[in-house]
């Protein structure tokens, strides 16, 4: 019985080429222009959430005709230039989100399709070793070492 295989997917160097140089794009444009919260910050701040940007957008237009009602201490100028680069870098957020979770899902099931497959070659070669098959011994004792939680990471010289 084969295993399940539902990712079988091969990128081309030069399109990985293209991603990479989109990728660095948005490093090189978006990156700096990004804040880091430390989490102390992120678990006080207030949050504002997709459901209150129309609350922030209409409150921005009263303040601009009715400024009468506003705090000395609220800056008109900020609260535009806030909900301005909300307004801009949601829809941003939102495609990257995707992208980033269709990677993450990707990522995950190509990784345990690999490792389903190698824990099959490498219960064959344990049997192998069982069996006393002296060829599978060297493999059997190079694969083994890798799930020793003590060992560190090891790189086999003959895997290129």
């Given at each position: ?7 079988s997917?091969q990128i ?8 990479q ?5 948005l490093?090189?444009?978006?990156l700096p ?6 989490p102390?910050d ?11 940007l129309p ?5 921005l237009n009263?303040v601009?005709?009715?400024p009468?009602?506003?705090p000395?201490?609220?800056?008109l100028?900020?609260?535009k230039k806030?909900?301005e680069l909300?307004?801009?870098?949601l829809p ?6 995707k ?5 993450d ?7 345990s399709e690999?490792?389903v497959?190698?824990?099959?070659y490498?219960?064959?070669?344990k ?10 011994k060297?493999i ?8 020793d939680k003590n ?10």
């Amino acid at each position: 019985m084969a295993l399940q295989n539902d990712v079988s997917i091969q990128i081309s160097e030069s399109e990985m080429i293209e991603i990479q140089n989109a990728v660095k794009t948005l490093e090189t444009k978006l990156l700096p222009l990004l804040i880091t919260l430390s989490p102390q910050d992120r678990r006080s701040i207030v949050k504002m959430g997709d459901g209150r940007l129309p609350f922030v957008r209409k409150t921005l237009n009263y303040v601009e005709s009715n400024p009468e009602f506003a705090p000395k201490y609220l800056d008109l100028a900020e609260l535009k230039k806030d909900t301005e680069l909300v307004n801009e870098l949601l829809p941003v957020f939102h495609s990257v989100q995707k992208k980033s979770d269709g990677l993450d899902d990707t990522l995950m099931a190509a990784g345990s399709e690999a490792y389903v497959a190698s824990l099959s070659y490498y219960n064959g070669i344990k049997q192998a070793v069982k069996d006393n098959i002296q060829s599978a011994k060297t493999i059997f004792a190079d694969l083994k070492q890798l799930f020793d939680k003590n060992a560190p990471a090891v790189e086999n010289k003959n895997a290129k």
